[in-house]
């Protein structure tokens, strides 16, 4: 599991409410990406960080906020959690030695706003 | 678990027979690619990667097909086992780049 962990791994939230999810790696990765994987739609990038303070808008970035104050953490954050935003979150780290690219995920959280 | 599609391609083999997924893949840009494994309740797990300079790479039990000119790939799977059974991504990305696109992935499902 390239040493990734997310906490909650589940959550119920009202709508309107603020709501943080934590990805925490431990092997010292420079990128770390968060996603959204709803029915029909697949992986889809909310943002990503490539090092401490430098992250990016993915391609549903809207109504989310990261931050990455320290390189094992990256946090995202929905300032008020509408319905739509009920779904599976997926952090993944990148592997970038060797020329090669790929992901390695966390377990998920399951986020419902109700 | 959770679903992580309810409408997507399925293929059902028959268990130790092979098993061939597809894939197409959008920009014509793209150099490096990867197949992914998603088990129910779990995240996506990385199977195999191929660049751009190749057209075959084999693995344990898996072999990628690159088709550069119809921007395809295939992933094949020998001797198909019940613990294969689970939804398989493809993605896409550029060297240099920081971002990976995703496809919508096909459910396989093996019957025993």
């Known amino acids: 599991d390239a040493g990734i962990t997310q906490s909650p791994r589940h959550k119920v939230t009202e709508t309107g409410t603020p709501v943080t999810l934590r990805c925490h790696q431990t092997e010292n990765h420079r990128y770390m990406y968060w996603y959204r994987q709803d029915p029909g739609h697949g992986l889809r990038l909310i943002h990503y960080s490539y090092g401490v303070k430098d992250t990016d808008k993915g391609e549903v970035s809207d109504g989310y906020s990261v931050s990455r104050s320290k390189t094992e953490d990256f946090l995202l954050t929905l300032e008020s959690a509408t319905s739509s935003q009920t779904s599976v979150y997926f952090c993944a780290i990148r592997s970038g030695t060797g020329g090669t690219y790929e992901q390695y995920f966390g377990p998920g959280t399951r986020l419902t706003v109700t | 678990g959770e679903s992580v599609g309810l409408h997507l391609p399925t293929l059902s083999v028959q268990e130790g027979d092979n098993s061939i997924i597809n894939c197409a893949y959008s920009n014509s840009a793209s150099d490096y690619f990867i197949w992914y494994k998603q088990e129910s309740g779990k995240g996506p797990q990385f199977i195999i990667d191929?660049?751009?300079?190749?057209d075959k790479r084999q693995g344990q039990r898996v072999t990628v097909l690159l088709n550069k000119t119809v921007k395809h790939l295939s992933l094949q799977i020998a001797a198909t086992q019940p613990g294969d059974s689970a939804v398989y991504f493809c993605a896409e990305s550029q060297t240099g780049g920081f971002k990976t696109i995703f496809g919508a992935g096909t459910r396989l499902f093996v019957k025993a």
């Open positions: 191929i660049r751009s300079n190749m």
